[in-house]
């Protein structure tokens, strides 16, 4: 049979070959090299959870809306989307910049209805495969026009951020973000990287609810950071993962973005449709770069249509559709804004039971980040050890740096939640 | 003077420097060399605001035109009611319309009914699909299968798959060179550029005789350097039209195994060249019998028409189980940072097809009509050619060649001539989508490929 797996490893890590079994008649693998990836941490979180019978268990790990059942969303303006679409149009292939109809939506959500900039056509813009993709597209644009160009990322970020500029083969520093003691922004640290970057250095900036800590600077700290940015001619590529996800107002949820436009920036954005119409599957987004003017944004354009023939033709059409249809039927359309304002708000009303029943527990420390951080996310402060408690003997699922996803709060656990991480962290 | 990230190569660039001023920014120091990036409008606004200097997107030209829907968009712009488009890589019907396969409208109103939800999948995709697609690709019996020796991804499309292969061979085979026909597919070349893997041709096309140049592709392919990957169609070559025969297959595959290469299969029109899900996958199932290592990227776009769904898979056969898990960890690893994980409902149209037989069996049907249709306008073109030529010239090879497409032996300058004289259009290589066709047309057609052929060079 087989031969087992710990003589097969002894071979690899001589730089030999596992011989395959005699009845597969195969050679000798050419794969012997190929190391086994590393498990994804995150996914491991939800494997680990789906495999635990305990009828307490919590999964405050999932990057993915939950209603207060702890069920999955789809939004009713998806599901009358989804009606009109089935079976009725054709599959045509997009063209390699995707659906006009959805670009054209995404940019005036992006820029505002009535934003000069889309007027004036100084926008390219391209569909893209959700947020990742959009980032993608946007670091293989740079490495192949602005190749001595690094990219400057905060300090935490979603980690696919770091693979994507890696893969695309982008130079990657950080910058000074979260600020551990206070669980919030270290602004100072921040502008400080800024001012010390060489300048026109890129910056990936998280528009909204910053992943994984749900800090976000204020205002007035957007304006500062985007005037040093001025200063330095930095260039600010945008992340906008949640707009309308964090505040339930999708143009405040943009503030930051028109700030910097106002001042003059001629910005990149990955928009994602993910998680504020719970597209996440159909892998529905928007990547745009505003240009000088109309001509070099249609040279933009095309380039960013180049990398993506190679890499997958065009985008899939499913979600485009949806979006485009919503976004274009004023019904739909203020039905979508109703809903996404109620994700927002159960988990905004979630992070206020969570910290008031902590309060009430009488913890000694403080929870004020809790109603403080915005968006799906909560930096708790907790170590990977008390997360590891709460893993262990509570079975609550999370990723050890201590990110809650209110996303997975219910009224039906949030007590519980709160028992168990007070539990944890008294005796500190 | 440009900024300090990058270099401005354009030549537009001194004249925007030519034009620039001197702003005072807010801290009173000139700014030499900088574009006044404000407008009357917003002045008052950005008074503290610094200027912006040379757009970073100078330097960026535009990128030509795609040479294949680039033809779509002049047929579009024609105003002659004789034109027909042979560009196009879809299907139409003899309406010479779209046509969404009536399994594929039930599919889809299922899924409606079903109501589920929208969750991410995971990176590799959907799992009911993937044993679905490798399955339909090697058989349900094939040991390959039965051992779990197969590592499967569910793709975006024909060119999803290509280009996570590509990626992976340019990580774990960065020595090796990959072996593309000439001619082949245009996009194959652009991916393995982009990916940076090295790619070299091997013979393929013979002009003299419209048809495989097999005693070239045999040579080239010996004289590669051991352990190169070679790029196969697995049938209904694109753009010839022109498949090896089955005892070519094998002695394609003697060399392969022979120069310890590694068959790279495209296969993206399984059931729509020859009509038979399983008579197509044959080159395939014939180097996996042989007990070979093999890539092979799969395409849903043409024969379930699922064109804008990206739906595809790129399966890697191993010698082992554990390899191919191995390998499909470090896949997952490549496709993680493109686009994380892979669009579903395309995914849910084929796996509810394949997995109830009724639908299967409409499917293989549907799929048996579309490539009959164009059988039937392979025969008419030809009988129309035969009668109407009167040089005696053979054009039998349009019913050797299958698929959608035929290499119809013209040139750039005839095939130029097609289009600007009698408003067909077609890619400059002289492809022809049969798709494209309809039985009504075929004699317009003919007069053209004769008069383009014989009067022009």
């Known amino acids: 049979m087989a031969m087992c797996s710990r003589a097969a490893a002894a071979i690899r890590r001589r730089g030999g070959v ?58 009713d303006c998806v599901r009358e989307a989804e009606r009109r679409i089935a079976g009725n149009l054709n599959m045509e292939y997009l063209p390699m910049g995707g659906s006009i109809k959805m670009i054209d939506e995404s940019l005036k ?104 800590t749900g800090v976000d600077p204020t205002e007035e700290q957007w304006r500062e950071i985007s005037y040093q940015f001025k200063v330095k001619n930095h260039i600010p590529f945008f992340d906008m993962a949640y707009q ?104 905004i009303g979630m992070r206020k039971a969570l910290k008031e029943n902590l309060e009430q527990l009488g913890s000694p420390l403080s929870w004020d980040h809790i109603t403080n951080q915005i968006g799906m996310f909560c930096y708790s402060g907790m170590t990977p050890e008390q997360v590891d408690r709460l893993t262990n003997e509570y079975h609550i699922y999370m990723t050890r740096n201590g990110r809650i996803s209110m996303a997975g709060v219910t009224t039906g656990n949030v007590a519980y939640l709160a028992n168990a991480i007070h539990e944890v962290t008294k005796t500190k | 003077m440009a900024s ?24 009173g120091e000139a700014r030499t060399g900088c574009r006044v990036g404000i407008t009357r409008k917003n002045f008052s606004r950005v008074m503290m605001a610094v200027a912006v200097d040379i757009s970073r997107f100078e330097g960026v030209p535009m990128a030509p035109p795609d040479p294949i829907l680039g033809v779509s968009e002049a047929f579009r712009a024609d105003k002659n009611d004789l034109k027909l488009n042979l560009g196009v890589g879809a299907y139409r019907t ?47 019996d094939n040991p390959v299968i039965k051992q779990g020796r197969v590592a499967t991804l569910q793709s975006l499309s024909g060119t999803g798959s290509l280009r996570l292969a590509a990626a992976f061979i340019q990580r774990y085979f960065p020595e090796a060179k990959v072996l593309i026909s000439s001619p082949t597919w245009g996009n194959h070349k652009n991916i393995f550029n982009d990916a940076r893997v090295p790619w070299s041709e091997y013979r393929y096309y013979d002009p003299k005789t419209v048809g495989l140049d097999f005693e070239g592709m045999i040579a080239d392919i010996q004289a590669a350097p051991d352990g190169s990957f070679v790029l196969l169609h697995g049938c209904a070559h694109n753009p010839t039209g022109i498949d090896p025969t089955p005892e070519q297959w094998e002695k394609i595959a003697d060399v392969i195994q022979e ?35 093999v890539f092979v990227a799969q395409s849903y776009s043409k ?92 054009w039998s090879f349009i019913l050797r060649q299958i698929g959608m497409f035929s290499y119809t032996g013209l040139n750039k300058t005839q095939s130029d001539n ?40």
Request: charged share 25%; net charge neutral; glycine share 8%.
């Open chain 1, 18 to 75: 596992a011989l395959a079994p005699p009845h597969a008649r195969a050679m000798a693998s050419l794969f012997g090299h190929v190391e086994p990836a590393p498990k994804d941490p995150i996914l491991g979180v939800t494997e680990a959870f789906l495999a635990d019978p305990s009828p307490d268990k919590v999964n405050v790990g999932v990057g993915a809306y939950r209603d207060d059942n702890g069920q999955p969303v789809v939004l």
């Open chain 2, 4 to 27: 300090a990230a990058f270099t401005v190569s354009s030549p537009a660039a001194s004249a925007v420097a030519a034009r620039s001023k001197v702003l005072r920014g807010g801290k």
């Open chain 1, 244 to 347: 309308g996800f964090a505040s339930g107002d999708p143009e405040r949820d943009a503030k930051a973005i028109r700030i910097f436009l106002e001042d003059g920036h001629q910005i990149g954005c990955a928009q994602s449709y993910a998680k504020n119409m719970g597209l996440y599957g159909q892998r529905a987004g928007c990547l745009s770069i505003l240009c000088e003017d109309e001509m070099q944004a249609v040279a933009v354009k095309s380039q960013l249509q180049q990398i993506a023939r190679p890499m997958y033709s065009n985008p899939p059409v499913h979600g485009s559709l949806v979006v485009s249809i919503i976004l274009n039927d004023p019904e739909l359309k203020s039905l979508w804004l109703k809903e996404v304002k109620g994700m927002a708000d159960r988990i």
């Open chain 1, 109 to 212: 959500l992006a820029y505002g209805e009535d934003s000069e900039f889309i007027k004036d056509k100084r926008i390219a813009a391209v569909q893209a495969l959700s947020g990742t993709g959009a980032c993608r597209l946007f670091a293989d644009f740079q490495r192949r026009f602005l190749p001595d160009s690094q990219i400057y990322i905060p300090t935490p970020t979603w980690s696919n951020h770091h693979n994507i500029w890696r893969d695309a083969q982008v130079p990657q520093r950080t910058f000074t973000y979260y600020h551990p003691e206070s669980r919030g922004l270290d602004f100072a640290g921040l502008m400080d990287d800024v001012k010390n970057a060489p300048n026109g250095s890129f910056f990936l900036l998280h528009a909204c609810a910053h992943n994984p």
């Open chain 2, 259 to 293: 120069k310890k290469h590694m068959p790279f299969f495209d296969v993206a029109y399984q059931g729509f060249a020859s009509g038979s899900l399983d008579e197509d996958a044959s080159s395939v199932r014939l180097f996996v019998e042989r007990g070979l290592e």
């Open chain 2, 94 to 140: 003899e309406e010479l319309q779209p046509y969404v396969l009536n399994v594929v409208k039930k599919a889809e109103n299922l899924m409606l009914e079903k109501g589920e939800n929208k969750e991410y999948l995971p990176i590799e995709g959907l799992a009911a699909f993937n044993k679905a697609t490798a399955e339909l690709l090697f058989g349900a």
């Open chain 2, 303 to 394: 024969n379930l028409g699922l064109y804008a769904e990206r739906i595809g898979a790129i399966n890697v056969v191993c010698s082992a189980p554990e390899v191919a898990n191995r390998v499909k960890s470090q896949l997952k690893r490549l496709a993680r940072p493109m686009y994380s994980n892979p669009p579903i409902h395309g995914a849910r149209i084929v796996a509810n097809v394949v997995g109830d037989p009724a639908m299967f069996g409409e499917w293989k049907q549907e799929m048996e009509e579309m490539a009959g249709r164009i059988k039937n306008v392979r025969q008419k073109l030809y009988d129309s050619l035969s009668a109407k030529d009167k040089s005696g010239k053979d």
């Open chain 2, 418 to 457: 097609m289009t600007d004289k009698w408003h067909i259009y077609m890619t400059k290589d002289g492809r022809i989508s049969l798709a494209g066709l309809s039985l009504a047309k075929c004699e317009y057609l003919a007069d053209a490929i004769i008069d383009s052929f014989h009067n022009v060079s």
